[in-house]
């Protein structure tokens, strides 16, 4: 399967229809390697870069939403005022230097076990994520 069908299938499957932006939004988020750290702002500028076409701001959140929701990304609330989204959708942690804005993956076997003295009534805790915020010295 080539990854324009693997897109076109993605876009349908989180309820989208296939435009030539929405492809190339999938091409910059999951055709790689490596896990995507990205703010809207980051994609706003790559896509605006690399498509000689016009997207607007709306095209992109709804995507990306639809796409979270559906389970391709997801949402790192750092703050009230910086949201991140991420292609690596495992449970996974995080660093994140705030000299460079830039999130550092790292794997549940870098974090001893979490022993949680609370717990919500009637609630069950799905994962536990660590965000370890640095800085450049």
């Not at 929701?69 to 495992?90: A, M």
């Not at 790292?106 to 994520?129: A, Y």
Request: aromatic share 8%; hydrophobic share 30%.
């Amino acid at each position: 399967m080539n990854n324009n069908t693997h897109f076109e299938e993605k876009l349908r499957s989180a309820g989208l229809r296939t435009t030539k932006q929405r492809l190339k939004m999938c091409e910059i988020l999951f055709d790689r390697k490596k896990t995507f750290h990205f703010t809207i702002d980051d994609l706003r500028k790559i896509l605006k870069k690399k498509l000689d076409i016009k997207i607007s701001q709306a095209t992109i959140y709804n995507t990306i939403n639809a796409f979270k929701n559906k389970g391709y990304i997801k949402e790192i609330s750092l703050n009230s005022d910086k949201t991140y989204y991420d292609t690596n959708v495992t449970n996974h942690h995080h660093f994140y230097n705030e000299t460079t804005s830039e999130l550092i993956d790292f794997h549940d076997k870098d974090v001893e076990e979490i022993k949680l003295r609370k717990s919500l009534p009637g609630k069950k805790i799905k994962s536990i994520e660590v965000l370890v915020k640095v800085s450049d010295k």
